[in-house]
């Protein structure tokens, strides 16, 4: 069931036009987003009861997370494959992977990917919300399980609980007066509704499902820091947008006012903790129909 109004082609174009636009941009910030990742992380391997020797599918690894970290839970014995749209992000996953070998990256989409082997777990984190074809994608990973497997996946809670993905995107719609993504569209905070979460997962032939929360302790040194993060990873429409307000996107007086919202964070010190909510949705596969 693709999103009404989406073109799934011209979705999935725009995706991996904007990870590899910012896979860089990421890689400077990996250690950063990760003090609040791998809990998140380590939350999706309890739930998926990841031990030694399994099969681990991982889905929009990204820079490669879960991934690694799955690797290292499965063992010599084991073994993780790990897919994403982006070549550009996956470069620079296998560059992170130098020297481990029970890992393998490969470029696919998350509806398409084709394996003649079974997993014992699909993991994803933060990556099904982008999706133009959810529940059909959702299907076609349920098929890769064996009978008994499990699915754990990350999404993002609502934009006012997840201040670390959501902070700059609320300045900058106030700053352009208008909406930064329609409602219902993929993007980072479609999937924030636990009832949606557990419908979507059971329409796609999941069982035993549930959805939990999770929160992810990120934190940065400074308001000026969140401004340059924010600024590194700015997806590509959004960058076209501010060119065509501002006529160019790096403009001083636009990140100065994501720093002086994210000051409004900072605890005596000047920190600045920006706590988001995930929902961990989990669900287990039943058979092969």
């Known amino acids: 069931m693709t999103v009404p109004g989406v ?48 099969r681990v599918l991982d889905v929009g ?32 996953a296998r560059q992170r992977a130098a020297g481990v070998s029970n890992v393998h990256f490969v470029q696919a989409d998350p509806e398409t990917f084709h394996s003649d082997e079974r997993f014992d777990v699909v993991l994803s984190r933060w990556c099904l919300m982008f999706l133009p074809d959810r ?16 699915l754990a996946a990350a999404v993002w809670g609502h934009a006012s609980q997840a201040p670390m993905i959501s902070l700059a995107f609320q300045v900058l719609a106030e700053l352009m007066e208008c909406p930064v993504a329609p409602p219902r569209q993929p993007g980072p905070f479609v999937l924030a509704d636990p009832d ?13 499902v549930s959805v939990v929360e999770a929160a992810a302790p990120f934190w940065v040194c400074s308001a000026d820091e969140y401004a340059d993060y924010a600024r590194d990873v700015l997806p590509a429409p959004l960058r076209t947008m501010l ?6 996107a790096d403009e001083a007086p636009i990140w100065q006012a994501v720093a002086r919202r994210a000051a409004t964070y900072a605890t005596p010190d000047g920190r600045i903790p920006l706590t988001s909510t995930s929902l961990c949705l989990c669900g287990t596969a039943c058979g092969d129909g």
């Open 135 to 150: 529940v059909g994608a959702l299907r076609a990973l349920r098929r890769l399980l064996v009978p008994g497997g499990v």
């Open 61 to 92: 690894t990204g820079l490669g997370e879960p991934a690694l970290t799955a690797a290292r839970a499965v063992g010599p014995e084991g073994r993780v494959v790990a897919i994403d749209v982006s070549d550009g992000m996956l470069a620079l």
């Open 7 to 54: 073109d799934a082609a011209t979705t999935r174009a725009v995706l991996r036009e904007h990870w590899d636009s910012v896979s860089a941009g990421w890689m400077r910030w990996q250690d950063t987003f990760e003090r609040g990742g791998a809990i998140v992380t380590a939350r999706l391997l309890a739930l998926g009861g990841v031990h030694f020797g399994q």
């Open 196 to 208: 949606r979460c557990r419908a979507e997962l059971v329409a796609a032939g999941f069982a035993g």
């Open 243 to 248: 060119c065509e307000w501002y006529g160019s």
